[in-house]
C-alpha cells in the first residue's frame, strides 16, 4: 500500500489567503485524523473522521479551520483566513479502528508570512 | 483534561546501551497504549502498541506497561545511533471517544 498520501509537502503564502491540505488515507482505514505540530504545543488533534463522517472537531481551533471529508479516499483541512500563527506541519493520519494504531502521512509544513 | 505527560530530554545514551523511556498518564480507564517514533523533519511512525500490563518485545524493542501506577515505558537494548530520535507516547481516551492523547516526546541521543 502507498500508505497516507498528503499534500501539498511544503505551501508558503501570506497571510490572509486560504490554504487547503489534502489528504488520501489509507485503503479500508476507518478512520482519518487531522493534527496540527508545533514546538510549543505538540501534536494537537484537530479533528476526525469515522467513514467519513466528522466525530469530534473540538481539537479546531477557530471558525477559520474546517475539514471535510468528501469520501473515503480524500479529505481536506482548510484555512480561511490564513495567520501567521498557523505555521506548523500538519499531518494526517488514519486507521482501521479508533484506538488502533496510526499511520502518519508525511506531513504539510505550513509557513503564512 | 486527561494528560500524558513524558520527559523531553535529550536522553544522552552511548551506543550499545539500553535506552529507557517513560511515560505517565491521568486516565485510570487507558486500555491502548502506543508508542511512535519521529525523526527530525519526519512524521511520527509507529513502534509499538501494549494492550495488556506486563511486557511486550519486539526484536531490540520491549514495551512495559503498569496500569495500578499509570506508567508505560519503552526500551531499547543495543541502542544505536539510528535510534537517536524523538519518541511519542500515545494513550487512548479510555471512557469516551478512545481516541489516544500523544505525549510531547522524549529526544533520544545516542552517541557512538
Known amino acids: 500500500d502507498a500508505g497516507v498520501i498528503q499534500s501539498p509537502r511544503h505551501e508558503v503564502t501570506e497571510m490572509g489567503q486560504e490554504v487547503t491540505l489534502r489528504c488520501k488515507p489509507i485503503s479500508g482505514h476507518d478512520y482519518l485524523f487531522w493534527y496540527r505540530q508545533t514546538m510549543m504545543r505538540g501534536l494537537e488533534l484537530l479533528i476526525y473522521f469515522n467513514n467519513n463522517v466528522p466525530i469530534d472537531d473540538s481539537g479546531m481551533p477557530e471558525d477559520r479551520f474546517s475539514a471535510k471529508m468528501p469520501n473515503a479516499s480524500f479529505s481536506t483541512l482548510k484555512i480561511q483566513p490564513s495567520e501567521p500563527r498557523d505555521s506548523a506541519v500538519y499531518f494526517c493520519?488514519?486507521?482501521?479502528?479508533?484506538?488502533?494504531?496510526?499511520?502518519f502521512g508525511d506531513g504539510t509544513r505550513l509557513s503564512i508570512l | 483534561q486527561k494528560e500524558v505527560e513524558q520527559n523531553s530530554g535529550p536522553l544522552s545514551v552511548p551506543e550499545g546501551a539500553i535506552a529507557s523511556l517513560n511515560c505517565t498518564y491521568s486516565?485510570?480507564?487507558?486500555?491502548?497504549f502506543f508508542w511512535y517514533r519521529q525523526y527530525s523533519g519526519k512524521s511520527p511512525e509507529l513502534i509499538m502498541f501494549i494492550y495488556s500490563n506486563g511486557d511486550k518485545e519486539d526484536g531490540r524493542f520491549t514495551a512495559q506497561l503498569n496500569k495500578a501506577s499509570q506508567y508505560v515505558s519503552l526500551l531499547i537494548r543495543d541502542s544505536q545511533p539510528s535510534d537517536s530520535a524523538t519518541y511519542l507516547c500515545a494513550v487512548n481516551d479510555g471512557r469516551g471517544s478512545y481516541i489516544p492523547t500523544f505525549g510531547r516526546g522524549t529526544s533520544l541521543i545516542v552517541h557512538p
Open positions: 493520519a488514519s486507521s482501521f479502528g479508533v484506538d488502533q494504531p496510526q499511520h
Open positions: 486516565d485510570r480507564g487507558s486500555q491502548s
